[in-house]
T-cell receptor, first 116, second 113 residues
Framework: GAGVSQTPSNKVTEKGKYVELRCDPISGHTALYWYRQSLGQGPEFLIYFQGTGAADDSGLPNDRFFAVRPEGSVSTLKIQRTERGDSAVYLC??????????????FGEGSRLTVL | KNQVEQSPQSLIILEGKNCTLQCNYTVSPFSNLRWYKQDTGRGPVSLTIMTFSENTKSNGRYTATLDADTKQSSLHITASQLSDSASYICVVSPQDGSYIPTFGRGTSLIVHP
């Protein structure tokens, strides 16, 4: 597709359940980022992939959160034992290879997670 | 700790009026600063990028300024339109090889007819 695609667009789950959120980046973009955005807040960094490996996962809040990108394209953010505080919009962004710190992040429309 | 502060938190203006949004940052070493526009229910989209040597850059009715000495940036919107209603997020990238930009909380702009 032409842009970053995220599925599902909306997910409602119960406290304690397991959730997977998927991100399909723009073709050819080797860098992939996950962010979490709460209402009225800016995006909060979670994890950054360069290719298949997690180059920086310092933003993951705890060990209930995990993300993979096994083939260097699609990424899945996994949340175990969900809590009500996990409710937020989870944004995925990708960028062209190279460009260093000047890279522009192209965002998907996000997956809105609601934990009841 | 790298931080990006934006003001005001929210702003309401009438269509056709101008407005200026502010961004202060402590990101160091500094590489560049971007302003993103985020429409409700959408992901952010980049409007402009400013590097250390640039003071002013325009993109249509949007004009961004940067003072790297005082670590301040502004985004000026001229002749506002209803479609300008959105959140405007200031994002600063470091020159430290981390490739992790720091996002501000955004300014929510509402343009009324």
């Amino acid at each position: 597709g032409a842009g970053v695609s995220q599925t599902p667009s909306n997910k409602v789950t119960e406290k304690g359940k397991y959730v997977e959120l998927r991100c399909d980046p723009i073709s050819g973009h080797t860098a992939l980022y996950w962010y979490r955005q709460s209402l009225g807040q800016g995006p909060e960094f979670l994890i950054y992939f360069q290719g298949t490996g997690a180059a920086d996962d310092s933003g993951l809040p705890n060990d209930r959160f995990f993300a993979v990108r096994p083939e260097g394209s699609v990424s899945t953010l996994k949340i175990q034992r969900t809590e009500r505080g996990d409710s937020a919009v989870y944004l995925c962004a990708s960028s062209f290879p190279g460009q260093g710190p000047f890279r522009e992040l192209f965002f998907g429309e996000g997956s809105r997670l609601t934990v009841l | 700790k790298n931080q990006v502060e934006q003001s005001p938190q929210s702003l309401i203006i009438l269509e056709g009026k101008n407005c200026t949004l502010q961004c202060n940052y402590t990101v160091s070493p500094f590489s560049n600063l971007r302003w993103y526009k985020q429409d409700t229910g959408r992901g952010p989209v980049s409007l402009t990028i400013m590097t250390f040597s640039e003071n002013t850059k325009s993109n249509g009715r949007y004009t961004a300024t940067l003072d790297a000495d005082t670590k301040q940036s502004s985004l000026h919107i001229t002749a506002s339109q209803l479609s300008d209603s959105a959140s405007y997020i200031c994002v600063v990238s470091p020159q430290d090889g981390s490739y992790i930009p720091t996002f501000g909380r955004g300014t929510s702009l509402i343009v009324h007819p």
